[in-house]
């Protein structure tokens, strides 16, 4: 005796169907019902609704016997509620497309046969493979199929599907507490999740019965001109194997190691030049070596100095545009090196003694007027005003590092911080001397 037979009265027929029939009823009430056949009768589309609910509970014998006892409800307290779409139910009777092309304006979700992993690699290439281009032979570790067992896991006929979850792995559990009926799952006991059992002397012995084995192979990535990061290269059917599955893909992502020389953005390059004071003004050439190894001279023009940090413009000389080969353009930023010291002697030290004191202040002499007639007058020269009674002659000193540090990160507010610390401990000892 059944304790609800609303779900057998929507699909017309009686508790004792068998499942070959409650099969016909569904099938004959979904095509007469279905949506996208009856587009102008809402009724119909909730008719279809209900036959599928009704089919995906009872012909699920788990399910059935939950609603046999316990009807509607039981279901789902029971933890059976939602399960397959009337989409999902409906597609499996007549294919991925439906009867009609799909339903509800979307047509139906394709399931399509299973696949295996996707393997995921960086493949990180030099800026010199990717300015000249690459072919990368990479070794690849996979799962395949055990060759020895065809991937059965053991000898033909050994292996057998496990009774006590049907193959599936899972054993669905109930369990009642108070009204309520708790409904879990847990692994089977007896194949341990395989959803196979197989006896120990049986299994293939190169796979170990676990159907796969690791195997190698040798792919060809090509690293094409101008190539940026983040690229992906995929090669269909070449990742892990597994018996009753499509073969898995390999996907490669370039990525691109830093270099010593240039930086890369979009298709261009950046290059950071250092040059003397002297290049700086009266001119001269620098030489870069390229990706490719070809060399790029730059002349630089006498008379019109380059400044710390002035950035120039080579048209061409940057990174190949990805499957165009059109050529990006080099930014050159220049850092001048100033001399640390012009009292040094041609000897490259200071006189020791007054012979060598005059001479050599006579030469900076003429090498500083020499420096002024090449560079023009002063422009920032500050004259003292004639009012001006207290003057102080003062020496600048070099900072140590850390010093320098804190200077150039805080600026003047950091370096009166000592001052500022000796701020309160100073009115401490005033205080204290009162």
């Not at 610390?421 to 100073?426: L, N, T």
Request: charged fraction near 30%; hydrophobic fraction near 30%.
């Amino acid at each position: 005796m059944v304790k609800d037979v609303k779900f057998y009265d929507i699909l017309g027929v009686a508790p004792t169907a068998s499942d070959a029939e409650l099969k016909t009823a569904y099938k004959k009430g979904a095509l007469k019902h279905h949506p996208d056949k009856n587009a102008h009768n809402p009724a119909a589309a909730e008719k279809f609704k209900d036959l599928s609910k009704a089919y995906e509970a009872l012909s699920d014998p788990q399910k059935r016997s939950l609603y046999d006892q316990y009807g509607e409800e039981g279901l789902e307290q029971g933890g059976a509620g939602g399960g397959m779409s009337a989409e999902d139910l409906f597609s499996q009777f007549f294919g991925g497309g439906g009867a009609f092309g799909g339903m509800f304006g979307g047509g139906m979700r394709e399931t399509g046969p299973k696949k295996a992993r996707t393997i995921h690699h960086v493949h990180k290439v030099s800026l010199e493979d990717i300015y000249n281009g690459k072919i990368s032979k990479l070794d690849l570790s996979k799962s395949i199929i055990c060759p020895k067992c065809d991937g059965r896991g053991g000898k033909e006929g050994a292996v057998r599907k496990c009774t006590g979850c049907d193959g599936q792995g899972m054993k669905t559990m109930m369990r009642q507490m108070g009204p309520m009926i708790q409904r879990f799952q847990t692994v089977c006991p007896d194949c341990q999740g395989k959803g196979e059992i197989m006896k120990e002397k049986d299994r293939c012995k190169q796979c170990s019965g676990k159907k796969t084995i690791v195997g190698r192979k040798i792919l060809h990535v090509h690293v094409d001109k101008g190539v940026r990061a983040g690229t992906k290269i995929d090669f269909p059917g070449e990742g892990d194997q597994m018996p009753g599955v499509l073969a898995g893909d390999v996907q490669f992502e370039i990525g691109i190691k830093p270099h010593p020389r240039f930086q890369r953005k979009d298709d261009n390059l950046f290059y950071h030049a250092e040059i003397d004071l002297l290049t700086s003004l009266a001119g001269g050439e620098i030489h870069i070596q390229h990706l490719d190894n070809h060399w790029v001279t730059v002349p630089i023009p006498r008379g019109k100095p380059i400044n710390p940090g002035d950035v120039k413009l080579i048209r061409g000389e940057g990174m190949p545009s990805y499957r165009h080969h059109n050529y990006g353009d080099l930014y050159v930023q220049f850092d001048v090196k100033f001399p640390e010291d012009l009292t040094l002697s041609e000897k490259g030290r200071q006189p020791t003694n007054q012979a060598e004191v005059d001479a050599h202040e006579k030469a900076l002499n003429t090498k500083f007027q020499k420096l002024e007639d090449a560079l023009g007058p002063r422009l920032f020269a500050q004259p003292l005003p004639r009012e001006a009674n207290n003057v102080y002659e003062v020496e600048m000193e070099d900072m140590d590092p850390q010093q320098q540090a804190r200077a150039t990160q805080g600026g003047p507010s950091d370096m009166d911080d000592d001052d500022e610390e000796m701020g309160p401990g100073g009115q401490g000892v005033q205080c204290a001397s009162q």
